[in-house]
């Protein structure tokens, strides 16, 4: 089935260049950060290498936090609106889809700090600042934390992964232009 492209009543067909950059680099970031955890995990624990990748994670973990950031507020009173790519049962599921990752981003974040606190170990953004502790150190929260925020990532990923999946199937079996609306892509802009 060939759909045209839709366009929002300014005319444009594509999101704005930072709401592709952001959502682009969530991708990127979530998937790193869910990578560096899947590798580390088969490191003997205590070697540098194993630590130097968990802190990169905190320091990807906390600049992921400000892009997050800036995405909402971009989304909220910045970032150019076009209609839905769906209608009827499929655009409320393709809404469900995106509030939801939205929702367990948050989560993943705010596990990923109590977790870190409950450790009681160096939380440091790339050795530039620490990030004040708010908690006491808890072996036993720090367990509980770090298997939520596990789960929480299985979720992501698997939630993303169907997202993904979807939006590459709009774009080779139904050719309706909807993942173009997510890219850098000039020829497509009427
Ligand atoms: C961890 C990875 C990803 C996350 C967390 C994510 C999250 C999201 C969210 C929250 C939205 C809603 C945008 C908004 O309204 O603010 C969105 C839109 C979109 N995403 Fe992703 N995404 C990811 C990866 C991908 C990948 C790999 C693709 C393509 C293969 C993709 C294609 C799209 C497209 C085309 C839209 C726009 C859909 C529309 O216009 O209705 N995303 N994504
Ligand atoms: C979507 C984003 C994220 C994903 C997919 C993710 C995924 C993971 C996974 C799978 C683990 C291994 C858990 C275990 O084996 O118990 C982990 C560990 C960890 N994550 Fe995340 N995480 C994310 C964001 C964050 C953020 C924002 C922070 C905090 C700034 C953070 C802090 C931590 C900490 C402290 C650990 C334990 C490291 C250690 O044992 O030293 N994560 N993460």
């Not at 260049?17 to 955890?37: D, E, P, S």
């Not at 209609?83 to 049962?89: D, E, K, N, S, T």
């Not at 720090?142 to 992964?161: F, K, M, N, P, S």
């Amino acid at each position: 089935m060939t759909t045209s492209l839709s366009t929002d009543y300014t005319g444009k067909t594509q999101y704005d260049w930072l709401t592709i950059t952001l959502h682009w680099l969530t991708a990127i970031l979530v998937v790193t950060l869910f990578l560096l955890a899947e590798i580390w995990d088969f490191l003997p624990k205590g070697t540098p290498l194993r630590k130097g990748m968990q802190a990169w994670h905190i320091s990807l973990g906390l600049t992921l936090v400000a892009v997050y950031i800036i995405r909402v507020l971009w989304h909220v009173f910045g970032s150019n609106r076009l209609p839905p790519a769906a209608h009827g049962l499929q655009q409320v599921a393709a809404k469900t889809v995106h509030y939801t990752l939205y929702a367990l981003l948050a989560l993943q974040m705010v596990l990923g700090f109590l977790f870190r606190w409950a450790q009681g170990e160096p939380f440091m953004f790339f050795g530039l600042f620490d990030v004040p502790t708010l908690m006491s150190a808890d072996r036993e929260m720090a367990h509980t934390y770090g298997e939520w925020h596990e789960q929480v990532a299985w979720i992501i990923i698997i939630l993303a992964g169907g997202h993904a999946a979807l939006a590459l199937l709009h774009h080779y079996v139904y050719k309706d232009g909807v993942l173009l609306r997510m890219l850098p892509c000039i020829s497509r802009r009427r």
